[in-house]
Each structure stands twice: as structure tokens, then as C-alpha cells.
């Protein structure tokens, strides 16, 4: 009964910052490996940061700097700050959990099993 469920989400205009968040439950949220993805219409999904359950962190080049991704063990929680939002970054996003340790990429959709339903953000120019 793995769950994950975004919020967060909404309409800012360039520069400003959101943070998204997302609840789990139903598993040892310490033990997974998390990540965000996002997709714009007409376009793939992609990884945006991902973060394993030994503190490795990994982050698409479009968000370096921009991004982070962190966790509350205590409150099962996901959490991504986004600063400095450029138009390009609108697009659905999707929190992501898998307990597979042994795989180690973070940002390809494939290698994640738990998907939320996913929270829209989007950026004004």
C-alpha cells in the first residue's frame, strides 16, 4: 500500500520559488530511493533531482544550483525547493520511490516503481 501524494504546486512568475512536497506511506520511507520528475506537454518525462536512501543526491543540469531535493524521516516526507523558476521549468511534476537499493540511477523514470498523481507548477514570464 505504497502512497505518494504531491502538493505544493502552483503559478509563480520568473524568479519566484515554490516548494514542493510529497507525503509517503505505506513503506520504510528511509529505505527507498526518492525522486522528482517532471513533464511538459508534448514532452518526455524527465528526471529533475533524485536522492538514495545513502544521501546521494543527483540533479538534472537544468536545475543545478536551482533545486534541492531533501527528506524528513520523521514526517515521511519529500521535499523539493525551487528557486530562481524559469518558464522553461513549467510542467507537471512527480514524486517517485522505489526500494530497489541496488539501483542506483535517480533520474530515469524506469527505475522507479511508486508514482504520485503528480502536482503542476507553473511559471510566468
Known amino acids: 500500500q505504497v502512497q505518494l501524494v504531491e502538493s505544493g504546486g502552483g503559478s509563480v512568475q520568473a524568479g519566484g520559488s515554490l516548494r514542493l512536497s510529497c507525503a509517503a506511506s505505506?513503506?520504510?520511507?528511509?529505505?527507498?530511493?526518492m525522486g522528482w520528475f517532471r513533464q511538459a506537454p508534448g514532452k518526455e518525462r524527465e528526471g529533475v533531482a533524485g536522492l538514495h536512501s545513502d544521501g546521494f543526491t543527483s540533479y538534472a543540469d537544468s536545475v543545478k544550483g536551482r533545486f534541492t531535493i531533501s527528506q524528513d524521516n520523521a514526517k515521511n516526507t519529500l521535499y523539493l525547493q525551487m528557486n530562481n523558476l524559469k518558464p522553461e521549468d513549467t510542467a507537471m511534476y512527480y514524486c517517485?520511490?522505489?526500494?530497489?537499493?541496488?539501483?542506483?540511477?535517480?533520474?530515469?523514470?524506469?527505475?522507479?516503481?511508486?508514482w504520485g498523481q503528480g502536482t503542476q507548477v507553473t511559471v510566468s514570464s
Open positions: 505505506g513503506y520504510t520511507f528511509s529505505r527507498y530511493k
Open positions: 517517485a520511490a522505489d526500494p530497489r537499493t541496488w539501483l542506483y540511477r535517480l533520474l530515469v523514470s524506469t527505475d522507479f516503481a511508486y
